[in-house]
């Protein structure tokens, strides 16, 4: 029997909106597991989070705006496994107020719409008995198909993302040239015209590609610099230096290594040994910088901009 009927996977944004489904989950007399609910504080909770994705009954993969979190894509990855294994075992994403779907969720059955807010009974209802593995019936089945159908796969001038790879095609030959590339060398450069699918190739072909290397894992980073790069570098470490920090805690700490890092009285290298280090059986890391442009068009301090071109 499962220790728990649903494991809510989620980005931290959604922290506050997934405890007030957690809530309602209970309600219906499911039990839930949530992180901050059940995590033991004290605890080495990488191996909690894999024990309870083991025992739980059914995944719940919350979607809101942006991408999915690095964590929450490990999750989402130990649950598809999981799947593979266990075909009847349910993998259920679960659409908040502005969510971007992730397009390789659409071979799964059961999405759950929560876009329009969570006291919608209907998406509950569809929730709860994709979590009790029961067929949905007539009426809530029709919804489900209306939520596929207002899906589109096309991204038109938008970029494919990570979670969007099982629906990026064509561009096989540039993967094997860009890996290729990574063997040879330390710093690949990804060069093209605006619009011409550099940031797709990388984040739904390459960063796919490397996950499943599974022999030689990478652990992987990506950001945009924006018009303070080293404060965006210092904010995509965070998460995988602290795992368990509080977003709040997470913006106030930004600042301070972000300084050491501009100055150079912390290395970029420390910070990425120190994470492998955090992370056993993992062996390398890229850090992707899309936009690079944005070094030359948002940077004012121009001893900053050498920096962090250096």
Not at 40 to 54: D, R
């Amino acid at each position: 029997m499962a220790a728990y009927d649903v494991f809510l996977s989620y980005p931290t944004r959604l922290q506050r909106e997934v405890a007030e489904l957690a809530k309602k989950l209970e309600g219906e007399g499911l039990t839930v597991f949530l992180d901050r609910w059940n995590l033991v504080p004290g605890q080495p909770w990488p191996k909690a989070l894999e024990q309870a994705l083991s025992q739980c009954g059914s995944v719940a993969v919350c979607l809101g705006p942006g991408e999915l979190g690095p964590w929450q894509q490990r999750e989402r990855d130990f649950a598809l496994d999981r799947q593979a294994r266990e075909p009847e075992f349910p993998v259920i994403p679960v659409l908040f107020p502005d969510a971007e779907p992730a397009l390789g969720f659409l071979a799964q059955n059961a999405w759950v719409d929560f876009r329009s807010g969570l006291d919608q009974a209907l998406p509950l209802a569809i929730l709860c008995r994709a979590i009790r593995r029961q067929p949905p019936g007539a009426e809530l089945a029709e919804r489900i198909r209306e939520t596929l159908a207002a899906i589109n796969p096309y991204k038109g001038l938008a970029y494919f993302r990570e979670e969007d790879a099982a629906f990026f095609f064509g561009r096989q030959l540039a993967v094997i040239a860009l890996l290729e590339k990574l063997r040879q060398g330390n710093f690949v450069a990804v060069v093209g015209a605006s619009g011409s699918g550099k940031s797709s190739l990388v984040r739904a072909g390459l960063i796919p590609r490397l996950r499943r290397d599974t022999g030689s894992p990478w652990e992987i980073l990506t950001l945009v610099p924006g018009d303070r790069p080293f404060y965006s570098l210092v904010a995509g470490f965070l998460p995988l230096l602290v795992p368990d920090q509080r977003e709040t805690d997470r913006l106030i700490e930004t600042g301070r290594p972000a300084e050491a890092l501009l100055h150079g009285t912390v290395q970029v290298r420390d910070v990425v040994e120190r994470i492998l280090i955090k992370q056993p059986g993992t062996e390398r890391f890229l850090l992707v910088v899309d936009q690079w442009e944005e070094l030359y068009t948002l940077v004012q301090d121009i001893p900053e901009r050498r920096d962090a071109k250096g």
